[in-house]
Nanobody, 124 residues
């Protein structure tokens, strides 16, 4: 059975950068819309960014627009989230998700596959 595996999380100072990766296996990754979500302690899961199957269309939450960039490399079955100018409020567990049918979406219940999450901690 295929899966999504995130990596690249860690501890970084405010103003720093991290690049998260989401590696897919056993699936037709190239046809999937992909999304990134996050859950901070004591808060609901929230949408961060999404990208369509080809990479031609992206969408961002207002809180990260201009700082984060979502991308994908279908030849490597991998999606990425480049995070710049990180703030303490970006601290959360970050999850990637894949949607097998349909366009990119901000709704988590419309994604079919989820990774296990990777912790991002931004110190002030």
């Amino acid at each position: 059975q295929g899966e999504l595996v995130e990596s690249g999380g860690g501890l970084v100072q405010a103003g720093g950068s991290l690049r998260l990766s989401c590696a897919a296996s056993g699936r037709t990754f190239g046809s999937y819309a992909m999304g990134w979500f996050r859950r901070a302690p004591g808060k609901e899961r929230e949408f961060v960014a999404a990208i369509n199957w080809s990479g031609s269309t992206t969408y961002y939450a207002g809180s990260v627009k201009g700082r984060f960039t979502i991308s994908r490399d279908n030849a490597k079955n991998t999606a990425y989230l480049q995070m710049n100018s990180l703030k303490p409020e970006d601290t959360a567990v970050y999850y990637c998700a894949g949607r097998s049918l349909g366009p990119l979406t901000t709704r988590p219940n419309e994604y079919d596959y989820w990774g296990q999450g990777t912790q991002v901690t931004v110190s002030s």
